[in-house]
């Protein structure tokens, strides 16, 4: 009886570790599909960010419109992409705060200066190669 009793406590065992194990791998796989999901929903803005940037950039250096050229649109833009770019990964917040910091630099000229538009503008696309291959390597 004893064996059988010693079968029965090792079963009950092997029981509870398999159903904690399962526990924990499941707890762990949907913090990380949620941790993903907010990822791709916040590089996903960027990118419509990104685009509405360009867009004001391109406005203010080649059309000299200066409504839809406003550097005060493309400051907003860039802080928003910034502040997305602190919740994805390591390295599109990176290349967001390099991007912040190119625009502290010369983003006063960009209606002036055409080579500040197009190293503001190659620095948009950098940016948007990151935040692109961050998406395609999220499972």
Do not use: C
């Not at 059988?4 to 029981?15: G, I, M, P, V």
């Amino acid at each position: 009886m004893s064996a059988q009793s010693s079968n029965r406590n090792y079963l009950a065992l092997l029981s509870f570790v398999v159903a904690l194990s399962a526990l924990f791998y499941n707890t762990w796989r949907n913090e990380s599909t949620e941790r993903n999901r907010n990822i791709r929903a916040a590089e996903f803005e960027m990118l419509k960010d990104l685009s509405e940037l360009q867009q004001v950039i391109e406005y203010a250096a080649y059309r000299k419109d200066k409504e839809r050229g406003d550097p005060t649109r493309a400051l907003t833009l860039i802080l928003q992409i910034r502040d997305l770019g602190e919740l994805t990964t390591p390295t599109v917040s990176a290349a967001s705060a390099h991007l912040q910091e190119v625009w502290a630099k010369q983003g006063d000229q960009v209606g002036n200066n055409i080579e500040v538009s197009n190293v503001l503008s190659e620095e948009i696309l950098n940016t948007r190669r990151v935040v692109i291959e961050s998406l395609r390597s999220l499972h």
